[in-house]
């Protein structure tokens, strides 16, 4: 009885980690045995279990002895031995799920069991970090084990072309970002030959610092776009127009919503300003789209924490890392209202050509894990949205730092002071101290006031982003003071130098709690690796955004009633408990958020893998004939529907109507109204199709059968590409104002969900339609040299991938091509605006047809 109830009551966690004990023990068992072969033999076991896994053998039956075969190929090519922790964090990781591991417990040796276990498939596997000098260091350090195994190891890089990403991807593992693994998934998906194809089917991947990736970067889909003919003069002159607006006369700010709203009297003075009546008018929603993101760019986007100006840029700070996003813009104008607001060039606006988020991204793939030192906090968002299970890996020696309680002060500068003060002394005795700030201001602040008392240290933020590394490696040695923003070194351990554990080991200091608990808990990780020794303590204000916003009002007033100084700290556990409120509401709101991104994206998602489906087929050649006859069959009972529909009298039937649209869609198309006069609907539609197979055959037989499927291939691509590119541009829209749908009591998501799919159908029928008739429309000129420079312009332009954002694309090398190319142009001239439209629906052309 005692002994169920001890189960009933164990820990889940510790009943997951039992479960793989007697795996790991098999595993020790093996390690004498593998270690008394030679090189050659070991390296042959690759071949081994391929052998076997072609045989019938499982990877879980593998598990044991390719486990313990990388285990021994480590220690020969980079000294380390895997601890027993470690092998249990690549169990986990091979049963596609997430390992949080505490800092310096070694998860870049821990990623290399499964890796090595499922590459053994051959179908490839990714491992995801979250900078290009990671992949890079990783790719290189443990790359010793997998070559001296016998497999390829690829690198993915953001300078790379065609060929190097392609054969990266070829590998049986391949490195990289997150960033250039979803751009190139998205690029695949844009381009137009199957030459450029880069990537392979998603298989197995691995995710280091997976909560950075999956939780805080969920927020930012990945967009690539193309540059739109915005003029940048508008930008300049609602900058201008939120210079003279005053906050609350004027306008209000809900930082908790990050929004803002007019005042009437506000909307008064813009109307003024500008001339107009009423700026709600819809010619005038452009001027309300442009100072509503001007005065966000005035009031909610602050410099030096959410951006930077360099080099005459404006370039976006990651919150969550402190990192510059390489390239990356912010959309629907807010950027250029930013760089207008600074008085630098203003880049053009981009125009959504494909977007994907990373949820969505990930969860393509067959099998996905991931690994993090800070995961069980956000256990139940892994589950709900990727269906990972987190599993706490013990560490490999206790944790021996110490963190200290919070201290809280009325001010900001009262905090400093004691934050200042903490590190000089520390400073005397030679402690190394770390201190975590949550922006590039309060860095460079707290760098201001450690020059005045003459404390030399070292600044880590995203505008010395270059020396990260370096300075990293140096913030446990002796007398070393390092200021960092949150990113704080993430990836690389810092180790402690001659005599520092006598001193207390590494000390960390927070100089402010951060929304998410993650982040805090990140900060302190990076004291106490391995056993060391250390210390952590979070200085707080209560002029501290987040309790500024969300959990100053009742610790003010334990403040006020004891009579407290600005300068004198209070310690309670009331204020722990506030905090820790304030950072769980905060948590569960970006919760909401990432979950509302993903079930609009859900919606959004499952369009786009029918059109990139649809997409793939086309470039591969498969089939085409097929489908256009399919595209051609469905446009055809679409046609019949609005002409002629069976719920409608034949007597009433607009079979004039039909004649005329289907003689301007179908080039030579040999139709009278007399001849269908007498026929049924389904005798019209047979013979309908009868004459499109004619006309198809006679257009197949002027150009050959080459010819053919090339007009094929470029004609879909090209009217896939513009119509899906259309679509985005619109479901943008909806998405803006799809909320004002709950002001009416109906549910802004079913009502998306609704009307996107009606949007998706129409597109559909419009993308038949077009290819249909350009098949037909299209006069084909040949020539003998045609370039190809295997580059992304569709005919709008140079394209752009975007992170919310623009970064170049990735272009190969051009290349002479000596066999004949089609180049198609359309005959005819374009119908005057007033002029009827050729489609025969009795319309004006600008009325109709003139923008499908």
Not at 27 to 38: C, Q, R, W
Not at 305 to 326: A, C, N, P, Q, W
């Amino acid at each position: 009885m005692f002994k169920l109830l001890k189960n009933l009551f164990t820990d889940p966690n510790e009943k997951k980690l039992r479960k793989l004990e007697p795996i790991v023990e098999e595993i020790n068992k093996l390690e004498a045995k593998i270690g008394s072969l030679t090189d050659a033999e070991l390296k042959g076991k690759t071949e081994e279990f391929k052998d076997r896994l072609a045989q019938g053998e499982s990877l879980d039956e593998l598990l044991p002895e390719a486990f313990a075969v990388v285990r021994e190929a480590s220690k020969r090519t980079t000294g380390m031995r895997h601890y027993d922790v470690q092998l249990i964090g690549g169990i986990v990781l091979h049963q596609g799920k997430i390992a949080e591991m505490k800092t310096g417990e070694g998860k870049t040796l821990v990623a290399t069991l499964p890796i090595y276990l499922n590459a053994l498939t051959g179908k490839g596997v990714h491992a995801i970090t979250v900078n290009d000098y990671l992949a890079e260091r990783d790719s290189e350090w443990m790359g010793q084990i997998y070559e001296f195994l016998g497999l390829e190891v690829g690198l993915v890089l953001e300078d790379m072309d065609y060929d190097e990403r392609k054969q990266a991807y070829q590998a049986d593992i391949t490195y990289g970002t997150n960033n250039q693994f979803g751009f190139d998934y998205l690029r695949d998906n844009m381009a137009i030959d199957d030459d450029h194809l880069v990537q392979r089917e998603l298989h197995y991947c691995i995710v280091d610092e997976v909560d950075s990736i999956l939780i805080d970067e969920a927020r930012t889909p990945l967009i690539i776009s193309g540059p739109t003919q915005q003029s940048p003069a508008l930008y300049y002159k609602f900058a201008e127009i939120a210079k003279k607006l005053n906050k609350e006369e004027h306008y209000t700010v809900d930082e908790k919503a990050s929004s803002i709203t007019l005042t009437d009297e506000g909307n008064d003075k813009v109307e003024s300003i500008l001339n107009i009546d009423n700026l709600y008018d819809n010619q005038y929603m452009d001027y309300l789209h442009h100072i509503n993101q001007a005065l966000r760019a005035k009031e909610l986007m602050k410099r030096d924490k959410d951006y930077i100006v360099k080099d005459g840029e404006v370039h976006i700070v990651d919150e969550f890392t402190g990192r510059l996003m390489s390239g990356r813009r912010y959309s629907e104008g807010l950027h250029q209202a930013i760089e207008a607001k600074e008085g630098v060039d203003i880049q053009k606006e981009s125009q959504t050509l494909a977007s994907i988020t990373f949820q969505n991204y990930f969860r393509m793939y067959d099998k996905l894990a991931g690994m993090t030192g800070t995961a069980a906090t956000e256990e139940t968002e892994f589950e709900e949205i990727y269906d990972l299970e987190v599993v706490v890996i013990p560490t490999n020696e206790p944790v021996a730092r110490e963190d200290l309680p919070d201290v809280i002060y009325k001010t900001e500068d009262a905090k400093f002071n004691a934050v200042v003060a903490d590190i000089k002394a520390r400073y005397k005795k030679g402690q190394p101290v770390l201190v975590g700030t949550v922006s590039i201001e309060k860095s460079e602040e707290l760098s201001r006031r450690l020059k005045q008392v003459h404390v030399p240290h070292e600044v880590l933020n995203a505008k010395y982003h270059e020396r990260e590394a370096e300075i990293v490696k140096r913030a446990g040695q002796r007398g070393a003071i390092t200021i960092a923003t949150n990113m704080a070194g993430r990836g690389t351990d810092i180790v402690l130098g001659d005599g520092v554990d006598k001193l207390g080991g590494l000390h960390v200091i927070g100089t402010e709690r951060h929304e998410s608990r993650r982040i805090d808990n990140q900060l302190r990780g990076r004291s106490g690796r391995q056993g060391d020794p250390g210390s952590s303590r979070f200085y707080v204000s209560l002029e501290d955004d987040l309790m500024r916003l969300f959990g100053s009002d009742r610790i003010a007033g334990v403040m006020n009633t004891l009579g407290l100084e600005d300068d004198q700290p209070i310690e309670h556990n009331l204020i722990t408990k506030s905090i820790a409120n304030a950072q769980n509401r905060v948590e569960s709101r970006n919760f909401e958020i990432r979950k509302s991104i993903l079930e609009y994206d859900d919606v959004l998602n499952k369009q786009r893998q029918v059109i990139y489906n649809q997409r793939r087929r086309v470039l591969e050649g498969k089939d085409l004939e097929e489908i256009i006859f399919g595209m051609a069959e469905q446009w055809l009972d679409e046609s019949l529907d609005i002409y002629i529909n069976d719920k409608v009298h034949p007597d009433e039937w607009d079979l004039a109507g039909l004649v005329n649209y289907l003689a301007n869609q179908l080039k030579g198309l040999d139709l009278s109204e007399e001849e269908l006069s007498s026929l049924s609907r389904e005798e019209i539609k047979d013979e309908l199709f009868n004459k499109f197979t004619t006309a198809y055959q006679a257009r197949r037989s002027e150009l050959g059968n080459d010819g053919m499927e090339e007009l094929e291939k470029v004609v879909m691509l090209k009217i896939i590409d513009q119509k899906w590119m259309d679509h985005l541009h619109a479901i943008d829209d909806l998405r803006q104002g799809i909320g004002l749908r709950a002001y009416g009591q109906r549910d802004p998501l079913v009502e998306y969900k609704f009307e996107s799919f009606e949007m998706f159908k129409q597109m559909s029928s419009w993308i038949r339609e077009d290819i249909i008739k350009y098949l037909f429309a299209i006069e084909v000129v040949r020539s003998d040299s045609i370039e190809d420079d295997r580059s992304f312009d569709y005919g709008h332009g140079p394209l752009t991938t975007a992170y919310d954002t623009v970064r170049p694309p990735v272009q190969g090398q051009g290349q002479q091509e000596d066999e004949v190319k089609l180049k198609p142009i359309v005959k005819g001239e374009e119908p005057g605006r007033n002029d009827p439209c050729p489609c025969g629906s009795g319309k004006k052309y600008k009325k109709c047809c003139i923008n499908k």
